[in-house]
């Protein structure tokens, strides 16, 4: 039938492949060649890992426009609108240029089916193409190795780190994992390991690919700066550069820094980049739903934190913000999530646990995740209710000026919530 909404179109997209998730790149490759474009003309810098590719994609944006480059970026999931993961010079594109691109990519198709983020990987690229941008930088959806952008050769490629996430498609250990992320590594070109005790598999690997690893720890260095307040970041070729603490809160977040400037500056010699911007930009990158704090007579914290990991990290961002007040968590996670591994770490800072499940299809019910707590929340207060704005207006209801209210544990929880906010 023929479409003409964004949501019409993605609402088809998902019907057009069997499986939610399909890892390959023969289909997507043999869809990219019949679209017939010559290339993306400008460097690309490919970013993988478990957690932090995000906020690495959002400073690589912000220090490359602040130095006045047009940036082209690719991202995902989305948190509001589908439009977020597609980013031109930082504005999300419109959804008439989306459609457009969308009817290309079904035009060249043919009998050749494609997932839903495959689908809208081509089309990203195909509106990258188009626009001509100085540099594009591509967030791995999942893996690495058979992700849909890994149909590009990246002239730099990122692992921000490796934890314990999608194991059923990536492997059960640490060193399966980083097989699969070190797969967007490519021969003679740099490879920027973010995670100073990634596992030594990944390295490993990216040396078998031919690629010239730069890890940080180890060729890179960063470290706190006392008398100035910010920090030291290091390169292979001993450049060092005083910087200011980045904007995005966390110590995790100094890692991010320091891979992204790192595959920035492995491109120096098509795009310099002077130390005014690199400054400049580490103040000016944001990204929503990452230890995302909203001031208000409740304090809400909103973070996507959605595996062992990335709660562990939201869990000493917590420690060093809160204040006395007391802190209630929106809670969820999807189903094929460890919910007792990524509610443990939280449990000593949460006073009352208010369990839910987003409206996403994959999302856990709120009672099978209230059975699979049991344990972690022995002794400690906890509900279930039905919708995640419930949740939220029972948690604020409750709450005192000077509390907080953290709601986590995947992208659809956190997107609900901001949606709830700005109602």
């Not at 990519?105 to 043919?110: D, K, L, S």
């Not at 193409?129 to 594009?136: E, T």
């Not at 003679?188 to 730069?214: C, W």
């Not at 009352?352 to 019910?365: E, G, I, K, N, V």
Request: hydrophobic share 45%; aromatic share 6%; charged share 20%.
């Amino acid at each position: 039938m023929p479409m003409k909404t964004l949501d019409e179109w993605l609402a088809w997209q998902s019907t057009l492949h069997p499986n939610r998730m399909a890892l390959g790149l023969e289909r997507v490759a043999d869809v990219w060649s019949r679209l017939g474009v010559p290339g993306l003309g400008c460097p690309v810098i490919t970013v993988g890992g478990t957690n932090g590719k995000g906020s690495c994609v959002a400073l690589i944006e912000a220090m490359a426009q602040a130095a006045g480059y047009r940036t082209a970026c690719y991202t995902s999931p989305h948190l509001l609108r589908y439009n977020e993961r597609v980013r031109i010079n930082g504005e999300a594109v419109t959804d008439e240029a989306l459609c457009a691109a969308f009817a290309r990519v079904e035009g060249a198709r043919g009998a050749t089916p494609l997932t839903y983020f495959e689908f809208g990987t081509l089309a990203a690229l195909d509106l990258f193409a188009a626009a001509g941008p100085d540099l594009v930088v591509l967030e791995v959806g999942l893996g690495g190795r058979l992700d849909a952008v890994n149909l590009i050769d990246a002239d730099c490629a990122v692992v921000t780190s490796i934890g314990r996430d999608h194991m059923a498609w990536l492997g059960e250990t640490p060193d399966a994992i980083a097989v699969e992320k070190a797969g967007i590594f490519r021969c003679g070109r740099p490879a920027i390991i973010g995670q100073p005790d990634a596992p030594e598999r990944l390295r490993a690997q990216a040396q078998l690919l031919g690629a010239p690893v730069f890890q940080v720890g180890r060729e890179l260095g960063m470290e706190r700066d006392a008398q100035s307040g910010g920090w030291i970041w290091r390169g292979s070729d001993g450049e060092r550069l005083a910087l200011p603490i980045p904007a995005m809160r966390g110590a995790h977040q100094l890692h991010n820094a320091a891979a992204a400037l790192a595959s920035l500056r492995s491109l120096r010699a098509r795009l310099p980049l002077p130390v005014q911007a690199i400054r400049a930009g580490l103040g000016r990158a944001r990204l929503p739903g990452r230890f995302q704090v909203v001031p208000g007579t409740v304090t809400w914290i909103l973070d996507v934190a959605h595996n062992p990991q990335a709660a562990a990290a939201l869990a000493e961002n917590l420690r060093g913000f809160r204040g006395s007040g007391r802190v209630r968590a929106v809670f969820g996670v999807l189903a094929d999530k460890e919910a007792e591994a990524v509610a443990a770490p939280l449990k000593p800072l949460v006073d009352a646990w208010y369990l839910t499940a987003s409206r996403d299809a994959r999302a856990m019910p709120a009672a099978r995740l209230a059975e699979c707590l049991s344990d972690v929340l022995d002794g400690t207060q906890h509900a279930v209710w039905a919708s995640v704005p419930e949740a939220i207006d029972a948690a604020v209801a409750a709450s005192a000026p000077g509390d907080c209210l953290l709601i986590y544990g995947s992208f659809t929880i956190v997107g609900e919530a901001l949606a709830r906010q700005i109602e």
